[in-house]
């Protein structure tokens, strides 16, 4: 193992000790519920597809509660029935199921589908980062959740300077800067839905680059997300 990869074992787990602490007890009860909900062998295994939209609802409705996704203004129900009408139209859930990791097109165009919606008065909205957590807690394996706490980890280690890393995060300065994505990461365009498929692949180089690749990837979201909320707190 080379010495980047060394050090970022013991940061990595470290960073998901915290994770692991009283203080996320309450993000980790949260998790076993979205698990039993979105799980096949969960509490709405028996049910048919006669009760799709209320499935489809409450799911959507938890998700919203748990990740605060702001889609009370826009209407929980009309999104949860945007995302019903995908699975009578062109069975979306299936499509999420059988979804390649690595065709990164195929991810970004599933996430556009459920994320971009439009009610009767034609009122349009786009809601990317809820789409990611509703595909990625139907396939762990082939999606990624879109957060802003992911994206500003990935665009530090990539683009950081390694003179300031322990500023906030007592960040091993060595593993900053390290251009693992071989070139820049543009903060403001991975914040855009279009740029979703830039975003995975940053993910996926990154996990490799520092010897991760062979962790959950559950795991590896928990680090990504909690490193970024730590780093942020200490800012403020």
Known sequence: M????????KFYDRVLGIYDSDKYESYREQEKVIENIFSENGVFAKLGRENLE????????????F?????????IYEVAKHIAELEVESKIHQKIRNANPKNYDELKGIIEQIAECERKDSKKKVFYS?????CFHHNQNAFRIYDSFVREVLVLFNNG?????NKFADIPSELVGTNFFEKKLIDTKLRKLENYDTFLQAI?????????ENEKTRDLDHFLWILGKENRQKKQ
């Open 2 to 9: 080379s010495g980047h990869k060394e050090k970022m074992k």
């Open 54 to 65: 209320q499935i489809v609802l409450l799911k959507v409705s938890v998700l919203d509660s």
């Open 67 to 75: 990740y605060s996704t702001n889609l009370a203004k826009f209407g």
């Open 130 to 134: 809820f789409a990611t957590k509703y």
């Open 161 to 165: 300077k390694s003179d300031t890393s």
């Open 204 to 212: 996926d180089r990154f996990a490799e680059f520092y010897g991760l």
